[in-house]
């Protein structure tokens, strides 16, 4: 059975930062995919950051490009997302996943994490 803990998400200004983490635990994490995703009010689920299951390879949404970073870290079954210089329209809930192959091919990743509000008020 897959859980999930989550921390970080709030209200933060414009230009401020946020850390987003997610430890996991009832699979192999570090062999799995790993990923964050969003979903802004009335909008669909998109993807905005992913890694490897070598942790070779990170993906960034454009977006969202210069200002995310992912990382991991397998000792602690934890991944993160570094939110840097936050806009109003990077508000919404993120969530982080995980997939043995890939968290960007459908039919999407096998685990979910729950999600966390990001407010980001202008």
């Known amino acids: 059975r897959c859980s999930w803990w989550r921390s970080g998400g709030g209200l933060v200004q414009a230009g401020g930062s946020l850390r987003l983490s997610c430890t996991a635990s009832?699979?192999?994490?570090?062999?799995?995919?790993l990923g964050w995703f969003r979903q802004a009010p009335g909008k669909e689920r998109e993807g905005v950051a992913s890694i490897s299951s070598n942790r070779g390879e990170t993906y960034y949404a454009d977006s969202v490009k210069g200002r995310f970073t992912i990382s991991s870290d397998n000792a602690k079954n934890t991944v993160y997302l570094q939110m840097n210089n936050l806009k109003p329209e990077d508000t919404a809930v993120y969530y982080c996943?995980?997939?043995?192959?890939?968290?960007?091919?459908?039919?999407?990743?096998?685990?979910w994490g729950k999600g966390t509000l990001v407010t980001v008020s202008s």
């Open positions: 009832g699979f192999i994490f570090d062999r799995y995919a």
């Open positions: 996943a995980a997939d043995p192959i890939s968290v960007r091919i459908e039919p999407g990743p096998d685990y």
